[in-house]
């Protein structure tokens, strides 16, 4: 697998394309302008956080022709911010410039059943599963992969398209209920907790890792990263081989994340996303340099910044819940944290709050994490985040 061919690399003012316009995007915007680019972006939500602060707002579905052409003759390079941008739409971009991360590598880890046939076929570490594309294939699944977890193969995130089934029963019925779409049916593992490593990698093949997070999730939605992760020293080094070897597989460009499992004492990867992570938001305010700014130089072919965290973090999200806490619709009181002087907040400035929806995040920094992870956690509960 290979991208594009970068000759040279590309300096400010030159204008970088964005594909979608959420949070992530709208960090890179800020993190392109810090460093003198302008950004376009592409996005078909008129009101796209992305969008709002960019130098121009593509507002376009991403197959749209016209558009692409326009991003490409308009634009040095082109990346995204979510893995379900269609690989069409970035083969079609690379045929004219740029693009980072490649198709190919994209077109993996968009699917689960191609992810997981990845991991398998590459000897990494990973929970056993069967691909669903028929109830015969439910039918004839090992029975060691009861109980399990099926997960539709496309667009699934934050807990949704996913179901815990105790037995073949309640796989078809599952399955039924996804409307027969493929599937991966994963076995279910003890979990001692999870981590995530995200890394830079540029076109040379250099890596800058950041430091590991360890991840606690609410209703399958990210809920608090902790950073350093609280795990074992060899374990650690372990997921960041694994990580680096996963994106030399792919032969990766850019910013990407893994995620794992740790059951009974081992790495299982879980998932990789072709992108910056929720789980590495610290590194805007605890790291030398943020994984939106490596996604700025490893696309333009600058060399990657330093990847060291100067602080321990903890980093909380905001879902949109918190504007329904009372008995009516509004915004939460943020004079709470804007009480605590090291915690960061970060609002994505999205247009309407719905509950499940990530409406922002908080950091808390330090030098000790105990103390951070008493702070932050504190300021969970104070601005009316319940349960956890």
Known sequence: MSGSPMLSPILPPATLGMLGGGQLGRFFVAAAHELGY??????????????????RHLCAAYEDAAALDELAAGCAAVTTEFENVPAATLSRLAERIPVRPAAAAVSICQQRINEKSFLRDNGFPHGAFASIESAADIENANAGLFPGILKVARFGYDGKGQVVVEDRAAALAAFQKFKGEACVLEQKLTLDYEISIVLARDAEGRVAAFPPAENQHGNGILDVS??????????????EDIARRIAEKLAYIGVLAVEFFVSRGRLYVNEMAPRPHNSGHYTLDACVSSQYEQQVRALCGLPLGESRAHSVSVMVNLLGDLWFASEQYREPDWSTLAAIPNLKLHLYGKSTAKPGRKMGHFTVVGEHLDKALATALAAREAIGILGG
């Open 38 to 55: 302008k950004v376009w972006v592409l996005d078909p939500d008129q009101h796209s956080p992305a969008g709002r602060i960019a130098d």
């Open 226 to 239: 902790i950073v350093p992760a609280r795990s074992d020293a060899c374990l650690v080094c372990d997921a």
